[in-house]
């Protein structure tokens, strides 16, 4: 079992950053991929970024891609989400969310039905 605990959303301006933590229990975090996605008001949850087992990887949603870095710490057993200038469109709720299993040293995946466990979420709210 995986237990994640997201914290570090808050309010922004538009043009601000944030970062964002989520801190994983559970034996098979250092060899799952880890994804962060996001659900605004009245909207499907979507991917936002997603990074490998070791960190090697990572991928992003063509909306965040240059703006926001997602990085984890294994030794920490917590990932990251650094979000910069960030834009209104951005305010949602942000979930981490990691993998039951191993599936490839370079797997990063951007579908929700990839990913076993998932946290409580964090709310991101930018003003403009």
């Known amino acids: 079992q995986v237990h994640l605990v997201e914290t570090g959303g808050d309010s922004v301006q538009s043009g601000g950053s944030l970062r964002l933590s989520c801190a994983a229990s559970?034996?098979?975090?250092?060899?799952?991929?880890m994804g962060w996605f996001r659900q605004a008001p009245g909207k499907e949850r979507e991917f936002v970024a997603a990074i490998s087992m070791s960190g090697g990887s990572t991928d992003y949603a063509d909306s965040v891609k240059g703006r926001f870095t997602i990085s984890r710490d294994n030794a920490k057993r917590t990932v990251y989400l650094q979000m910069n200038s960030l834009q209104p469109e951005d305010t949602a709720v942000y979930y981490c969310a990691s993998v039951s299993g191993f599936g490839g040293t370079h797997w990063v995946p951007r579908s929700m039905n990839s990913y076993n466990y998932w946290g409580q979420g964090t709310q991101v709210t930018v003003s403009s």
């Open positions: 559970g034996r098979t975090f250092n060899i799952s991929p």
